[in-house]
């Protein structure tokens, strides 16, 4: 099993910039691909960033290329999504997740998830 929990949420204004934690604990070794997802009241979960957990390639949703990064601490087994430049559309509750493919959007291939960190993001 592998637990995830994440952090760093809060209220910013439009504009400005975060960065969400995501700590993974368990058995790490298994996991070979970490996501970020957003979800925002009456929508879907929507992908947001990827990263494989050993070369830390990245993929990036079009809606946040260009002022999100995520990143890796492999030490740590942390991963992290800056996030710049922040819109009011970014709002929703940011959930990590890990998956035992190296990067994928789909959500059918994250077995484990964190329990969300809430962004508001106020115009």
């Known amino acids: 099993q592998v637990q995830v929990v994440e952090s760093g949420g809060g209220l910013v204004q439009a504009g400005g910039s975060l960065r969400l934690s995501c700590a993974a604990s368990g058995r790490t070794y298994s996991t070979y691909g970490l996501g970020w997802f957003r979800q925002a009241p009456g929508k879907e979960r929507e992908f947001v960033a990827a990263?494989?957990?050993?070369?830390?390639?990245?993929y990036y949703a079009d809606s946040v290329k260009g002022r999100f990064t995520i990143s890796k601490d492999n030490a740590k087994a942390t991963v992290y999504l800056q996030m710049n430049r922040l819109k009011p559309e970014d709002t929703a509750v940011y959930y990590c997740a890990a998956s035992k493919i190296r990067l994928t959007t789909s959500t059918s291939y994250y077995d484990y998830w964190g329990q969300g960190t809430q962004v508001t993001v106020s115009s």
């Open positions: 990263i494989s957990w050993s070369a830390g390639d990245t």
